[in-house]
């Protein structure tokens, strides 16, 4: 019997403490897929993340805060919120040599966000500031609520979901401003924001704004997901 990938799962880390702060959804997500998930802690040089990366199938790059200005090459600007330099060096070092290999990558919300910027892509470090215009992507309702609509464009998201809007969920005040060449935009809400980024030729790549793993009941959050074990498949 084959086994089950193995998918590495970034999660916000407390040093002093030893704690790590993974949601249940994104291993409930992977395991109801037919992954087996293995939980990273931020590492900290290039060795250890390349060990890491020959451990796993594939990397989900999670949710959490915002990417520190200074690995954007940026001064921080008005509305930036809190951040985790350790985790963000860690877990753009990760989805270098991800991309560097091939491994399939899925980056939920923050995770979008790290990709482009390992890829050299850039991010708005406030929507509110920067884009006076948008709607409100920071929904008061429930996370397990849809916020807003999302348009999806030709595309591998587009065929593994087989729908061309979706509702989505929406915890975010930075997103993806360039999208990194040799990759396409693949999801955009109806006000301009980024809502979603692939790497063509790539096994798997995507990145999505919004949080698929918290829409349970949602047969398009199911559809990504057993994309991405799928395509992780390949190297189990």
């Given at each position: 019997?084959?086994?089950?990938?193995?998918?590495?799962?970034?999660?916000?880390?407390?040093?002093?403490?030893l704690?790590?702060?993974?949601?249940?959804?994104?291993?409930?997500?992977?395991?109801?897929a037919?992954?087996?998930?293995?939980?990273?802690?931020?590492?900290?040089t290039?060795?250890?993340?390349?060990?890491?990366?020959?451990?796993?199938?594939?990397?989900?790059?999670?949710?959490?805060?915002?990417?520190?200005?200074?690995?954007?090459?940026?001064?921080p600007?008005?509305?930036i919120?809190?951040?985790?330099?350790?985790?963000?060096?860690?877990?753009?070092l990760?989805?270098?040599?991800?991309?560097?290999?091939?491994?399939?990558?899925?980056?939920?919300?923050?995770?979008?966000?790290?990709?482009?910027?390992?890829?050299?892509?850039?991010?708005?470090?406030?929507?509110?500031?920067?884009?006076?215009?948008?709607?409100?992507?920071?929904?008061?309702?429930?996370?397990?609520?849809?916020?807003?609509?999302?348009?999806?464009?030709?595309?591998?998201?587009?065929?593994?979901?087989?729908?061309?809007?979706?509702?989505?969920?929406?915890?975010?005040h930075?997103?993806?401003?360039?999208?990194?060449?040799?990759?396409?935009?693949?999801?955009?809400?109806?006000?301009?924001?980024?809502?979603?980024?692939?790497?063509?030729?790539?096994?798997?790549?995507?990145?999505?704004?919004?949080?698929?793993?918290?829409?349970?009941?949602?047969?398009?959050?199911?559809?990504?997901?057993?994309?991405?074990?799928?395509?992780?498949?390949?190297?189990?």
């Amino acid at each position: 019997m084959a086994r089950r990938p193995i998918i590495g799962i970034t999660v916000a880390h407390c040093t002093e403490e030893l704690k790590t702060f993974p949601r249940e959804f994104y291993v409930e997500s992977i395991r109801k897929a037919g992954g087996q998930a293995l939980l990273l802690p931020p590492v900290q040089t290039k060795e250890e993340a390349e060990e890491l990366v020959s451990l796993v199938d594939g990397i989900v790059l999670t949710g959490g805060g915002d990417i520190a200005p200074v690995f954007l090459g940026e001064q921080p600007k008005r509305g930036i919120g809190g951040c985790i330099p350790e985790r963000d060096q860690s877990e753009i070092l990760l989805a270098q040599l991800a991309l560097k290999d091939d491994l399939p990558i899925l980056g939920i919300c923050r995770g979008i966000q790290v990709l482009a910027v390992a890829a050299e892509g850039k991010i708005y470090q406030d929507i509110r500031s920067e884009c006076p215009l948008a709607f409100e992507h920071n929904q008061t309702a429930p996370r397990e609520c849809a916020w807003h609509e999302v348009e999806i464009l030709d595309s591998r998201l587009s065929r593994i979901m087989g729908a061309e809007q979706v509702q989505v969920n929406s915890l975010h005040h930075q997103a993806v401003s360039l999208v990194p060449e040799g990759f396409i935009l693949n999801a955009v809400a109806r006000d301009g924001i980024i809502e979603g980024i692939e790497k063509l030729g790539a096994k798997f790549c995507i990145g999505v704004q919004w949080h698929p793993e918290v829409l349970r009941n949602d047969e398009y959050s199911r559809k990504l997901f057993k994309g991405f074990i799928k395509s992780s498949n390949e190297f189990a």
